[in-house]
């Protein structure tokens, strides 16, 4: 079956980076849509950004757009999310998805397009 498992997640200080992987099984990777979404505390899923088949179907969230870069390793089926000058607002569950096809970006910014999550990685913002 498909698994997906993230990793990376910490405590940083605000103006910090971190970045996370994903390790992916089960599924061909080089084909798979593979994205990362957030949760913070009562709070809705939110879309954080994309990166499809190729490296021209990459897509980020206006609220991390500069600061974080997605990339993968199709080698390694390994997708990555670095994420620099992180703030307060950073703060959530962050889950790595994975979804098949090769839909418009708009389908990807949306958490029902994805079949399979991982079990999600905690990173926290604090001073």
């Known amino acids: 079956q498909v698994q997906l498992v993230e990793s990376g997640g910490g405590l940083v200080q605000p103006g910090g980076s971190l970045r996370l992987s994903c390790v992916a099984s089960?599924?061909?990777?080089?084909?798979?849509?593979m994205a990362w979404f957030r949760q913070a505390p009562g709070k809705e899923y939110e879309f954080v950004a994309v990166f499809g088949r190729s490296s021209t179907r990459i897509s980020y969230a206006n609220s991390v757009k500069g600061r974080f870069t997605i990339s993968r390793d199709n080698a390694k089926n390994t997708v990555y999310l670095q994420m620099n000058s992180l703030n307060v607002e950073d703060t959530a569950v962050y889950y790595c998805?994975?979804?098949?096809?090769?839909?418009?970006?708009?389908?990807?910014?949306?958490?029902?397009?994805?079949?399979?999550w991982g079990q999600g990685t905690q990173v926290t913002v604090s001073s």
């Open positions: 089960g599924l061909t990777f080089s084909t798979a849509t």
């Open positions: 998805a994975a979804g098949g096809g090769s839909p418009i970006l708009s389908t990807m910014w949306n958490r029902n397009y994805y079949d399979h």
